[in-house]
């Protein structure tokens, strides 16, 4: 399947969001995610169903100074 993450191309075999995220080795309890500019949340990724195209955002906070 074709998805867009984060703005670049990917083909993957994931079915599912929670696949989609391991699959990318994203870890953390405190990922964001949004599937065609959807908040989906953590408690629904493992049954949120992927559709080639669809364009997949991963947010993860980052440490600044």
């Known amino acids: 399947m074709k998805l867009i993450v984060n703005g670049e191309a990917h083909e993957v075999a994931a079915a599912t969001l929670a696949e ?5 080795d994203y ?5 964001a995610t949004a599937v065609n500019s959807d908040l989906v949340h953590k408690a629904h990724r493992a049954e949120f169903r992927l559709n080639d195209g669809d364009r997949i955002e991963i947010l993860s906070p980052m440490q600044g100074g």
Do not use: I, P, R, Y
């Open 20 to 24: 989609l995220v391991a699959a990318l």
């Open 27 to 31: 870890e953390g309890d405190w990922l």
